[in-house]
């Protein structure tokens, strides 16, 4: 029977150097004259759409769909931009470990990300890594990162069958919402201090496997044997 992997992209699979940050922030300014307001305001671990709706609501700007929607549109031009300009950079040990994920048949590679969908392909195409992935959980609809889990468990159903077994679905993220989403859908849930949390920080949510980074990536490997 399969495994389905289930990644984070910002923090746990690259550090973007702030590209995703920064084209919001000129998405708001071009398109609504406003000076996006980032500090003081959880970003890691939360749905794109909730940190849009957080500053829609900071300048009282009405936030409907059409306004919505000229925003993502403005971000989607930018972000190649901002990618290309920042530092970023694939985190330690990730590379091996997907390659080896992916080769193997008995595993199935997903992405429950805040991401929206278009930016996760954008941000992963530009470190040549959305190949390896087919499918997921996106934050273009939910303001709550459990929902993005749902979403993501809906599509295993699809791929696989409603009677999947939750403990062969593994959530991976870097953050203490990717551990309450996985647990949210009874899934196994591997936390990696290489975003803005630290290692004790996570070790206090009780994933059931807890890394350092992914340097030593046959040890996860070792977990779906």
Known sequence: MKH???FDIDGTLLNSGSAGKTAMVQAFADEFQVDALFEGLQTAG???RAIAHDIF???QHELNEGKFQQFVTAYKKLLPEHLSQSNGRI???VEKLIQILHSREDIDLGLLTGNYRDGARLKLSHYDFYHYFEFGGFGDVHLHRDDVAKEALEVIHQRHD???DRKRIWVIGDTPA????GRAINAQVVAVATGT????ELEKTEPDYLFHDFSDYQTFVSLLD
Do not use: A, I, K
């Open 4 to 6: 389905v992997c289930l």
């Open 46 to 48: 939360r749905t794109d």
């Open 57 to 59: 609501n900071h300048h």
């Open 91 to 93: 985190l330690p040990g």
């Open 162 to 164: 409603e009677n999947f």
């Open 178 to 181: 990717d551990v309450q989403c």
């Open 197 to 200: 949390f630290s290692y004790e």
